[in-house]
């Protein structure tokens, strides 16, 4: 990658795509050694905030209709 680290975006998308857990082993040890553990902290705590949201939303939604 040019001797960059990788962005906030790509450490998102690490972390999203193991949420999915669907990941290539190939990928997978490609992102230890460039991820920066502070992204991924971040990034997992907003995925999980927005997996939250969503279930809290489809839960309301669902409640609403009865």
């Known amino acids: 990658m040019n ?3 990788p962005s906030f975006l790509y450490s998102l998308k690490a972390v999203l795509w193991s949420f999915v857990g ?4 190939s990928d997978f040890d490609q992102d230890t050694g460039k991820l920066n ?3 991924v902290i971040v990034a ?13 939303a489809i839960v ?3 409640v609403a209709q009865q």
């Open 3 to 5: 001797g960059r680290k």
């Open 60 to 62: 309301k939604v669902v």
């Open 44 to 56: 997992g705590l907003i995925a999980v905030a927005l997996f939250i949201g969503i279930l809290v």
């Open 22 to 25: 669907l990941r290539r082993k």
């Open 37 to 39: 553990p502070i992204h």
